[in-house]
């Protein structure tokens, strides 16, 4: 066979294959400064850097369904508004509440209605709030609230001597606690609690701190509990299966 005849066949490859990544470069070139903002043959879609920000969306806060709900004022109670201060007056008691510049209290004869002035975000969060504490203000002074614990344990007792609560819960000591003015505990069988009154935060504070010093352990219960509290048991070493 003549080599003469394939030389020239092998240069025209090589050189097509050299024309063909040649306008491999030029187009991966073209693309890039594309990219790069030139725009070089190739119709690339850019934006410019100035139209770029952020829309500010309003925000619609929905009505909550316990702020617009009215409340009920019984005929022993007496209230009295002055601008964001109200102050009500009932037959176990007298409660005061100042309001946010975010919410408006209305009467309409015996019914108080909790609205917001404005419609912010935060006008949404203290709506139901707000409500919520004129409520628990108007029923403490007209019918009180009250919270129950009960004390599980060998040898845990309670008992009140004047205005202190002494408690027996396992220390070397017994534990004295003073009960507020605003309060009333009343101790049955040694073992179960009743702290009542008139304010609702009150109530639950101290009733807290009652429990604290001796909270329920999930192996076998033993402990200061709620009344109503469910505790969840472990299972011991003991029961384990092998």
Known sequence: MDRSLIKPTMISCYNILGIQIY??????????????GERAGICVSTVPVTRLGFRRKTVECKESRIGKQPIEVPSNVVITLEGQDMKVKGPLGELALSYPREITVDRQESILKVSKAVETRRANQMHGLF??????????????????????????????????????????HPVKMT????????VEDNTRITVSGYDKSNIGQFAASIRKWRPPEPYKGKGVKYADEIIRRKEGKAGKKK
Request: net charge positive; proline share 2%.
């Open 23 to 36: 306008n491999y470069y030029l187009c991966f070139s073209q693309l890039g400064s594309a990219f790069l």
């Open 131 to 172: 409500r919520t504490l004129t409520s628990n203000m108007v029923v403490g002074v007209s019918k009180g609230f009250e919270k129950k614990l009960q004390l599980v344990g060998v040898g845990y007792r309670a008992t009140v001597e004047g205005k202190e609560l002494i408690l027996s819960l396992g220390f070397s």
């Open 179 to 186: 009960i507020p003015d605003d309060l009333k505990v009343k």
